[in-house]
């Protein structure tokens, strides 16, 4: 027994920074930013605290679904920096919705949401779960270094959700890790106050070495693509719709290219979102799904990229009409 999508829901905060917006601050300019990343402009927390977009995105997802709380088997939070250690964010959105189902975050940085799929997949396959609540939720604005221009335009913030319920719909997964701990790097706090604790604080913002990202990116979507397909027993041109991780324009075009897939099947939010790690594919998906382009039956193939070096592909069949 796989999973099917029943709902999915997305919730973005009000605050819109545009490409001109930061070039009043950084040494940078709209037309840098569009041509090396696709970016226009991205949305950014502000008053919101990241639970209110997650709590709001679980409920879109579950009226759509036809689900309550008590019908949640499991809640699963995809997230590199809840609003809270404890509890975790998947918690804030369970009371929320008035479940008593197990909850936790998973941090497998941009490639998030395909974890969640994983796991939530292994929960129904082993009989443990029927209906799963996956939420995405990423404050990159409060991770940055925003004097550094080579990073801090690449980013946005942003809620998503979906629920999946056991029956026909996942044909494949495939998750991978090359592990480094350099070339993508957010430190954490290192203690509060402990008289015992010796190591050196680290600076408290992403360090990343964009161009290494860029060709691991390339690589591993790419691989990640064949080797699901390769499961699933389809081949590249068999998939009726991308949803590639949102995190460049050309890493998305580059990775794509030997497939020779029409673009039109390939799915882009990154004009108006940027690089919102875990949520990019799910608010991609919300947007897509609202506007009606899926339908019964279509292959939707999602992949991603990150922090880790993680990486991993997931396809779906679409089962609503
Ligand atoms: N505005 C203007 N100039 C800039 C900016 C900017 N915002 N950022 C960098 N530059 C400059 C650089 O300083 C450099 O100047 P120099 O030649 O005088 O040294 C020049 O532009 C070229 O820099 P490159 O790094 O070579 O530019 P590149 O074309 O490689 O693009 C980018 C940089 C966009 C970061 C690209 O490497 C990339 O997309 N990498 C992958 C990033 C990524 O996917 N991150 C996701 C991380 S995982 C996660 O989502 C958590």
Not at 4 to 31: C, M, Q
Not at 184 to 207: C, D, F, T, W
Not at 254 to 278: E, P, Q, R, Y
Request: glycine letters at 8%; one cysteine or more.
């Amino acid at each position: 027994m796989s999973f099917y999508i029943a709902g999915t829901g997305s919730a973005l905060p009000e605050k819109v920074v545009t490409n001109d917006d930061l070039a009043k601050f950084l040494d940078t300019s709209d037309e840098w930013i569009r041509t090396r990343t696709g970016i226009s402009r991205r949305h950014v927390l502000t008053t919101e605290r990241l639970q209110d977009l997650a709590i709001r995105s679980a409920k879109i997802a579950m009226e759509e679904a036809g689900v309550s709380g008590a019908d949640l088997d499991l809640i699963l939070c995809a997230t590199m920096r809840a609003d809270t250690f404890t509890p975790s964010l998947a918690c804030a959105v369970g009371e929320a919705v008035g479940s008593r189902a197990p909850s936790f975050d998973l941090n497998a940085a941009c490639v998030g949401v395909l974890y969640c799929m994983e796991v939530a997949d292994s929960f129904i396959a082993s009989g443990k779960a029927k209906t799963v609540l996956i939420v995405s939720a990423e404050a990159m604005s409060k991770l940055l270094d925003w004097t550094d221009r080579a990073s801090c335009v690449l980013f946005g913030d942003g809620a998503g959700a979906m629920v999946v319920k056991a029956g026909e719909g996942r044909l494949a997964g495939v998750l991978s890790t090359d592990p480094d701990t350099h070339v993508i790097r957010m430190p954490n706090i290192e203690g509060i106050n402990s008289p015992y604790n010796q190591v050196e604080q680290e600076k408290l913002a992403m360090h990343m070495d964009g161009g290494e990202v860029y060709k691991f990116a390339v690589n591993a979507m790419g691989h990640n693509i064949e080797e699901v397909c390769k499961r699933a027993g389809l081949t590249p041109s068999d998939i009726d719709w991308y949803l590639p991780h949102q995190a460049n324009l050309r890493i998305i075009d580059a990775s794509l290219k030997k497939f020779k897939i029409d673009k039109s099947k390939v799915l882009t939010n990154i004009a108006d979102c940027g690089n919102m790690s875990a949520t990019s594919v799910m608010v991609l998906l919300d947007e897509y799904a609202k506007k009606g382009i899926f339908h019964k039956g279509d292959k939707l193939l999602f992949v991603a990229f990150g922090g880790g070096l993680t990486s991993g592909a997931v396809i779906i069949k679409w089962n609503k009409e």
